[in-house]
């Protein structure tokens, strides 16, 4: 059984600069190493993450285990919730 939170994989990208992150929506991001929210744009995204770096994730312990579909994350801190005005 998966200790991991589960995500679709289609929400983990890796920027520019090499930093794999998870995408909460169009402007936040989460550093998968460091689990710092940071901001970004869409022409920040480099690259949908491959294989070869999600193994390297699995190797910092940082993910559990992933297929084509799900990426198992380790406990990430809870993103910022939008006050309602």
Not at 38 to 49: E, G, K, N, V, W
Request: include cysteine; charged fraction near 30%.
């Amino acid at each position: 059984m998966p200790i991991g939170k589960s995500f679709n994989r289609h929400l983990i990208y890796i920027l520019n600069n090499g930093t794999p992150v998870l995408e909460w929506d169009e402007d936040l991001a989460q550093d998968l190493f460091s689990g710092e929210f940071i901001q970004c744009s869409r022409a920040d995204l480099s690259h949908a993450i491959r294989d070869d770096e999600l193994d390297i994730l699995v190797r910092a312990g940082r993910v559990e285990r992933y297929d084509d579909r799900e990426v198992y994350i380790y406990s990430l801190p809870e993103p910022p919730r939008r006050m309602l005005d």
